[in-house]
C-alpha cells in the first residue's frame, strides 16, 4: 500500500463523521423547531380549502340556477314558436284546401257532362247524316 499523501494546503478539512442520532430523536427535534409552523400551515391550508369547495358550491348553485332560468326562458320560447308555427301551418293547409274545393268546384260546374257531350256530339252527327242525305242543300 502506497503512503498516504500529504495534504495540499488548498484540500478541504476531513469533515468528522456526524454524530449518529437515534430516528426519534431527529423527529422529536424537527417537531420542537419546525412543527407549530408545519402545523399552522396545515390549519391555514385547510381553511383555504375549507373555503375554495364553499365557494365552488356556490359558484355551482348560482350557475344551476341561472342556467335553470334560462333554460326555462328558452323552453318557453321555443313552446310559442312551435305553437305559432303549429297554427301558421294549420291556417295555410286550411286555406289551400278551400282553394281547392273551390277550383273543384268551379270545374265541375264548367265542364260538360259526358252525356251532354254524347247527346250533342249524337245530334251533330244525325245532322251532318242528313246534310249528306238530301242534296241539293
Known sequence: MPPPKPRAADDPPVAAA???VPHDDLHRVRDI???AHQRD????LDQLEQRVDEQFAA???E???AVGGESTTLQHKLEQAVAATNAA???ANDDLRRQVQQELAELSEAK???SALAGLLGGLADRLGNDQA???R
Not at 41 to 44: A, K, P
Open 41 to 44: 400551515t396545515h390549519r391555514r
Open 89 to 91: 301551418w294549420r291556417q
Open 33 to 35: 423547531l419546525f412543527g
Open 112 to 114: 260538360l257532362d259526358r
Open 59 to 61: 359558484l355551482r348553485r
Open 63 to 65: 350557475l344551476a340556477s
Open 134 to 136: 238530301a242534296p241539293g
Open 18 to 20: 456526524a454524530p449518529q
